[in-house]
């Protein structure tokens, strides 16, 4: 009995039924002649033979004055989908009186008569007065609810029914009692909820679009439309807009079901959209006079303005807040530099959307504010959506109608909003609603499967209205359209401000690279352009010790010798400081260098300083070919080499040069000695020019600029340099040679040079 689905309501074509109520009649009519081309069966009886008047002009059918009068009373009047009012065709010898209505649709006219049950009238001169007295009472509420009360027992007493209820739709469809009128002994069905199965999407499009129908006694056998189908093309009848269009068994068997027997629905339309339905229910048959009608579509079209005007009043209050604080928060990102400090602290809810907690994501960094879920939790949210969504802005009230498990990572927190500021990375915007417990009240329970009745494999409409209470927890209050587009508007925002740091970043990198050859030219021209002059300073000096050095006291001779001494000092740090520009400013030559020649090379030119400390060199395993500059490379391993010799007070000293292949790719090269080590408060300093940690003569002496030369090198082919030490024990300094340390890995024997 389950296996039957409610799609199948979905699918009834319940515009056309090809039939009309017992209580009506039906003409279908060509233009412009009005030639009934189809009538129900039962104009027969009104009319005369069906047969007879299927082709003829409607005035060789009626009285000619009559529809005459029609004629004139439809001039300038559009007839398009909405049915008309026209005067009564009044009671003769034979027949009663017949209400009448016309439309076009679909290309035809549609003449609806209803039997004008004279018993109970409400004629529209009786109802002008009612109606007056209606606005007054109206217009005196203070409350969409009150109003809605208000209005429901206006329209009951207009059209004398047993129940008047106005049900209001709700984001999922389903329906909720907002207002009910009753009489008195009923039991009551305010606040009762009803599943959005119980009215189908077909049905909620027709409601949609027809603003009033009514069933004067739902016992009725419908009476078919002859013939079914329009003779010229076989099409059925589209009965989209007539109100006497046959009802649904299903819903017929709904109505049965709660005992009811006549029925009227009068569509609430609010901005295009159907917020909710006056439902009127009377437990004996009832017809409604058109005048009872007009009053009662007069009252809804009243109840749909001011739904749009609360709607409207309460919603430019809040756009106007997240206007205005979206326009503090672009100020406060146009001033600051860090993004997420702008984008709030704790007490401020990104964008100020009504939310419990907002988050900024991108990439690896998750910036929140308020109450959020777990970082990771975030992330994943931003994974998931970037996965499945291709949506800019996406909300949902219940997370868990996305994904389970974020659902359950996320709790307590149901409602989600989000925006995309890129898929990849994961970079969004998000905000978190809790949800709100609250008591549902189903008439009767919404799960359980209906049983399959008397219409084929359709289902039955449940049975039971006994009220079956639900406690929903997982759902947040609907984000609202003005939150959505804040959302979207934000997200331009924040994209516009990132966009303009990425171009930001762009112009400080051209300036810094402008400034970095500036630096480089400036200290070749000072350092080459000072020696000129320092060769006079110390040329003098020691002319002045050498010619005259039998004229000057003792100490005047000490003191030419230390301006000498000094002027060569000086001369030692202009070379070092013009070999470092140089590197700078050398052109990069890349081709495949073999790096067991380099250090081999190396090794030659280091060969008076490896004479006076004499020192192990071990290379463990060949090295590598690389892609890289050979005198570069040279100068790099010179550098390291002479270094890992010069601070080395071993007796058994050794140098390791080798290589490794670190499991996240690329080639690491390091050298390796067992020296004097250095101090980790040193391990960043040592890379500074003239930095040296010893006096300027221990340890053989230097500038101090090898290792700035070195990490100079190294990082204008892309690589990086960093040391491992300890004080007394040794260094190895390790260092790659571009971005992705590639190397061409060609490994070779050992060179004859290792000892
Ligand atoms: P220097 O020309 O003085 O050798 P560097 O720039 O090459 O200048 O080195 C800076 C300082 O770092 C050195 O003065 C020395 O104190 C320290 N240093 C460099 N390499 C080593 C090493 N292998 N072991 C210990 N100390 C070192």
Request: hydrophobic share 40%; aromatic share 8%.
């Amino acid at each position: 009995m389950s296996t039957v689905d409610l799609s199948n309501c979905d699918r009834e074509p319940i515009h056309v039924p090809g039939s009309i109520q017992a209580h009506a009649v039906m003409l279908v009519l060509a233009e412009p002649d009005w030639t009934v081309t189809n009538a129900s069966e039962n104009a027969a009886a009104v009319f005369g033979s069906v047969g007879v008047i299927i082709g003829r002009g409607l005035h060789e059918v009626l009285p000619a004055e009559q529809v005459g009068r029609w004629r004139e009373e439809l001039t300038g009047q559009s007839l398009d989908q909405t049915p008309r009012y026209l005067t009564p065709l009044p009671a003769t010898a034979t027949t009663a009186a017949w209400e009448v209505l016309l439309h076009r649709h679909d290309g035809t006219l549609i003449m609806e008569f209803e039997r004008w049950d004279t018993g109970d009238m409400m004629g529209t001169a009786l109802a002008f007065p009612h109606l007056q007295r209606t606005l007054t009472v109206l217009s005196s509420t203070t409350s969409l609810v009150e109003f809605c009360q208000r209005a429901a027992e206006s329209v009951r007493a207009f059209i004398g029914f047993d129940r008047v209820m106005v049900y209001r739709f709700a984001e999922d469809d389903s329906g909720h009692v907002i207002a009910e009128s009753r009489r008195e002994d009923l039991e009551a069905y305010l606040g009762l909820h009803y599943p959005a199965s119980d009215i189908p999407a077909q049905a909620r499009e027709l409601f949609r679009r027809s603003p009033v129908r009514l069933n004067p006694d739902i016992h009725y056998t419908p009476v078919p439309l002859v013939p079914g189908l329009h003779a010229e093309d076989g099409r059925p009848v589209d009965m989209s807009y007539c109100v006497t269009r046959s009802m649904s068994p299903i819903h017929v068997e709904y109505l049965k079901n709660m005992g009811v027997v006549a029925s009227m629905s009068l569509s609430i339309v609010v901005q295009g959209r159907l917020w909710g339905l006056f439902a009127c229910h009377h437990y004996a048959p009832r017809y409604v006079t058109h005048g009872a009608r007009m009053a009662c579509e007069f009252i809804t079209q009243m109840l749909s303005l001011q739904v749009a005007d609360k709607e409207r009043g309460e919603q430019s209050a809040y756009t106007e807040r997240l206007n205005l604080a979206r326009t503090a928060l672009m100020a406060r990102l146009q001033v600051g530099t860090d993004l997420s400090a702008a984008l709030g602290g704790e007490t401020d809810i990104l964008g100020g959307l009504d939310a419990v907690g907002s988050a900024l994501v991108l990439d690896d960094a998750v910036y929140t504010a308020g109450r959020v879920p777990a970082d990771e939790t975030i992330q994943a949210l931003g994974a998931w959506l970037s996965e499945n969504s291709t949506e800019t802005v996406k909300a949902t009230t219940c997370l868990a109608r996305w994904e389970a498990t974020l659902a359950a990572a996320t709790m307590p927190l149901s409602g989600v909003l989000a925006a995309r500021l890129s898929r990849r990375p994961n970079a969004y915007l998000f905000w978190f609603r809790p949800p709100e417990a609250f008591l549902v009240k189903w008439a009767g329970d919404p799960r359980k499967p209906m049983e399959t009745g008397p219409h084929g494999d359709r289902l039955t409409p449940r049975k039971s209205f006994a009220l079956w209470q639900e406690e929903v927890r997982d759902r947040s209050r609907p984000w609202l359209g003005a939150e959505v587009e804040a959302a979207r508007s934000l997200r331009h925002g924040v994209l516009e401000v990132m966009m303009r740091r990425t171009e930001q970043l762009v112009r400080w990198q051209v300036e810094l690279e402008k400034r970095n050859q500036d630096l480089d030219s400036f200290a070749y021209i000072a350092s080459h352009d000072l020696k000129e002059p320092l060769r006079g300073l110390r040329n003098y000096a020691r002319y002045l010790g050498e010619d005259h050095a039998s004229e000057l006291t003792e100490e005047a001779r000490r003191k030419v010798a230390t301006i000498e001494r000094l002027g060569q000092r000086m001369d030692h740090l202009l070379d070092a400081l013009l070999h470092y520009s140089r590197m700078g400013r050398s052109e990069i030559e890349a081709k495949p260098v073999d790096l067991n020649t380099v250090v081999a090379h190396a090794q030659d030119l280091l060969i008076a300083r490896l004479e006076d400390h004499p020192v192990e060199i071990r290379i463990p395993r060949a090295l590598p070919v690389v892609e890289g500059d050979p005198a570069l490379l040279t100068e790099v391993f010179t550098n390291l080499i002479s270094n890992a010799v010069k601070y080395n007070d071993k007796p058994d000293a050794w140098v390791e040069i080798g290589w490794l292949q670190p499991a996240e790719g690329g080639c690491q090269l390091y050298v390796r000695d067992n020296g004097i080590g250095i101090a980790p408060a040193y391990h960043q300093m040592i890379f500074r020019i003239f930095k040296r940690l010893h006096e300027r003569d221990a340890f053989g002496g230097g500038a101090g600029a090898g290792l700035t030369v070195v990490r100079s090198i190294l990082s204008r082919m892309g690589g990086q340099i960093w040391l491992e030490s300890e004080l007394g024990v040794g260094s190895t300094f390790y260092f790659t040679l571009d971005a992705s340390s590639a190397y061409a890995g060609v490994e070779r024997a050992p060179p004859s040079s290792a000892r």
